[in-house]
């Protein structure tokens, strides 16, 4: 059945990018490709905890989130929907990234595909966290992780390999509104991203050129607010300087 799910996905992403292009709301569609992320990552953790997402199919997933989250117009999507986004591209990112033999285990691992309010950060902001710094990793940066939760092990460390790169850019792409947001959800997601280091990921990124460079420094350039305590709800935090 995870495999039927993931076969429906290329015609629904297609009507996807034609609703896109036409301008239609896209609030249902996005609910409809959330719930299958959300159903198809249970069956595969359940009945095929070795498979891997199909690549194409993952690209397409990554492209609405970030349209989602990141639209071509100025107006951004309502938090309900940008949520669905922000849990799916951490779903992504736990079908990657996890041993499933752990998340199995767990008391109650169907919570890892639920996207429904509150979104904590164990379901958004640290796999999106961990999609960048298993990049910083196959790249050969070193950095010091924030908590265990943001540390990459081993075993991380070799599935980081098979990440498609587009994910990265993706990840950073669908953090940009975060900065920028009044909304309360919006600064809660924003405040932990801070707490657990984002800054200091970034900073590693501006030293790479292109475009995941220049998305990394679009969000530093957002963050003194949040930082030094002038937005709503800042965190106390210090971006790392770079050593010369």
């Known amino acids: 059945m995870a495999r039927a799910l993931r076969h429906t996905w290329i015609p629904f992403l297609g009507k996807f ?4 292009q036409i ?37 397409a997933m990554s492209d609405i989130c970030t349209l989602v989250c990141n639209p071509i117009s100025d107006r951004l999507l309502g938090m309900t929907t940008r949520r669905w986004a922000y ?18 285990l767990e008391q109650n691992p169907a919570d890892y595909f639920t996207f429904e309010r509150p979104l904590n950060e164990r379901r958004s902001a640290i796999p999106l966290l961990r999609i960048l710094s298993l990049d910083l990793v196959r790249r050969g940066v070193t950095f010091e992780p924030h908590c265990l939760d943001c540390t990459v092990d081993e075993f991380d ?22 900065f920028g947001d009044d909304n ?44 030094n305590g002038d937005a709503p709800h800042a965190v106390s935090y210090s971006i ?4 010369s």
């Not at 460390?157 to 940009?176: E, H, K, Y």
Request: no cysteine; aromatic share 6%.
């Open 17 to 20: 990018s034609e609703v896109v």
């Open 23 to 59: 301008g239609v709301s896209r609030t249902l569609f996005v609910k409809l490709f959330a719930s299958l992320i959300r159903i198809s990552g249970q069956l595969a953790f359940f009945q095929y905890p070795r498979e891997m997402p199909n690549e194409r199919i993952t690209h």
């Open 87 to 104: 849990g799916a591209m951490g779903s992504m990112a736990l079908l990657y990234m996890s041993p499933s033999e752990n998340i199995v």
């Open 157 to 178: 460390s070799d599935l980081g390999l098979l990440i498609p790169g587009f994910m990265p850019v993706a990840a950073l792409r669908t953090l940009i509104p975060l």
């Open 184 to 227: 309360e959800e919006a600064e809660s997601l924003r405040n932990t991203l801070v707490i657990h280091g984002i800054s200091d990921i970034l900073v590693k990124y501006l030293l790479i050129p292109g475009e995941i460079g220049d998305l990394a420094k679009t969000i530093l350039d957002q963050l003194p607010a949040y930082l």
């Open 240 to 243: 790392a300087e770079e050593p």
